[in-house]
């Protein structure tokens, strides 16, 4: 199960109106916070995307998109809409969102760990490793990021290796 966080605004925006970000990473327009709802997508064994919304996948998309019309770099919408694109079973989109998240926020971890799974999902092996690289090259102690590594580490027979990057990720966590 993965949380989201969606931008909901009490009314539209005025496009001359510029965005700004609260302490808390929620975007603001003028004097008007938004409001944020929260939904999940429950995601099945097989990774098949069950909304549990409160509203549906529809206005979910229209509410990602507006916030992303207003903050375009904001890293947690994109994060965000990669999830949803990735639960759609839109690779592309989720892969497009992923790489635009890690760009404009390189420390966001769980953004170059989705970034992985939908390079996998795409049967891009090198690009998944890649992204590992990259990753932990921006994130030395992301657990996720270590863990990860351990992994294909253990599954390639490099178990010293991979048993090293594993105590790393409990020391972090």
């Excluded at 999830?83 to 170059?112: I, K, N």
Aim: proline residues 5%; aromatic residues 6%; glycine residues 6%.
């Amino acid at each position: 199960m993965c949380g989201m966080v969606i931008f909901q605004f009490p009314r539209e925006p005025s496009p001359n109106r510029r965005a700004q970000f609260d302490p808390r990473g929620h975007i603001a327009i003028g004097n008007c916070a938004a409001q944020v709802q929260q939904f999940e997508i429950d995601l099945d064994d097989e990774g098949v995307g069950t909304e549990g919304l409160a509203g549906d996948v529809t206005t979910a998309r229209r509410r990602i998109d507006r916030a992303l019309a207003l903050a375009p770099a904001h890293a947690p919408a994109l994060f965000q809409s990669g999830t949803l694109a990735f639960a759609q079973r839109d690779y592309d989109r989720a892969r497009a969102d992923f790489l635009a998240c890690v760009r404009a926020a390189p420390e966001f971890s769980d953004g170059w760990t989705r970034l992985i799974q939908v390079h996998q999902t795409l049967g891009n092996s090198a690009a998944a490793a890649q992204a590992l690289t990259d990753g932990l090259k921006h994130n030395p102690r992301s657990p996720a990021l270590l863990l990860e590594r351990a992994t294909r580490l253990a599954a390639a027979g490099r178990h010293a290796e991979a048993i090293a990057d594993f105590e790393a990720a409990l020391r972090v966590r």
